[in-house]
Each structure stands twice: as structure tokens, then as C-alpha cells.
């Protein structure tokens, strides 16, 4: 059975940092390309970052770029995302997902949905003075 797990969420005021992890079992995240993506309440869920297998290729949104960082550690089958500079608009639950990747590239945005076939239960973060 394959899990993928988040943790690392919490309460953080405006400014500080968190990270988040996705830790996968039932699976070899080696093959796998990762996203974070984040729900805010009364909100679409959105993607924010991308990692590919071999950790060579990221992209972020708009909405984080700069302050965000992805990595991972294939000997851990974990995937991270460093968060900086939170700010209450980062406020949401955040997921991790992994597609397995065919070396074929994408047709589509890294975050669209259909891509992953896995999704962890997500983990709340929340940034509040």
C-alpha cells in the first residue's frame, strides 16, 4: 500500500519559516516527480511547487517564488519544502503528490492534478500574528 505522509505544519507568525516533509512508503520516490500543493479555505486547491526526479528541474508559483525551495532525499524517500518569509496569505492545508515519470517530459502544467497518482492526507499551516 502506498502513503505518502506530510508533516512539519504549524502555527508560525508573519516572517518566520517551516519545513515540510513527504515522506512516501509502498513506493520508490526515486521514479517519481513531487508537488506541493495547498488548499486555502473557500479556496481552489493550487499547486505551488514542482521537483523532478532527479531533483534537476523545479518550478514554483508566482504566489511563492523566491520564498519557497523544494528538495528531496531519495536515500529517505522524503520530499521537502522549505518555506520562508511566511505571510497569512499562506495560510492552507498543503499536500504533497507524486507522478512517476516517464522521462517523456509534461504537455501540461506541472500542477495539473491529473499527473499524480499519489496524495498525502496533508498537513495545516497556518501563519497568524
Known amino acids: 500500500q502506498v502513503q505518502l505522509v506530510e508533516s512539519g505544519g504549524g502555527l508560525v507568525q508573519p516572517g518566520e519559516s517551516l519545513r515540510l516533509s513527504c515522506t512516501a512508503s509502498?513506493?520508490?520516490?526515486?521514479?517519481?516527480?513531487i508537488a506541493w500543493f495547498r488548499q486555502a479555505p473557500g479556496k481552489e486547491r493550487e499547486g505551488v511547487s514542482y521537483?523532478?526526479?532527479?531533483?534537476?528541474?523545479?518550478y514554483y508559483s508566482d504566489s511563492v517564488k523566491g520564498r519557497f525551495a523544494a528538495s528531496r532525499d531519495n536515500g529517505k524517500n522524503t520530499a521537502y519544502l522549505q518555506m520562508n518569509r511566511l505571510t497569512p496569505e499562506d495560510t492552507a492545508v498543503y499536500y504533497c503528490?507524486?507522478?512517476?515519470?516517464?522521462?517523456?517530459?509534461?504537455?501540461?502544467?506541472?500542477?495539473?492534478?491529473?499527473?499524480?497518482?499519489?496524495w498525502g492526507q496533508g498537513t495545516q499551516v497556518t501563519v497568524s500574528s
Open positions: 503528490a507524486a507522478g512517476l515519470d516517464y522521462g517523456t517530459g509534461h504537455t501540461v502544467s506541472v500542477f495539473a492534478e491529473p499527473l499524480y497518482e499519489y
Open positions: 509502498g513506493v520508490d520516490l526515486d521514479y517519481y516527480y
Open positions: 521537483i523532478s526526479s532527479s531533483a534537476a528541474t523545479t
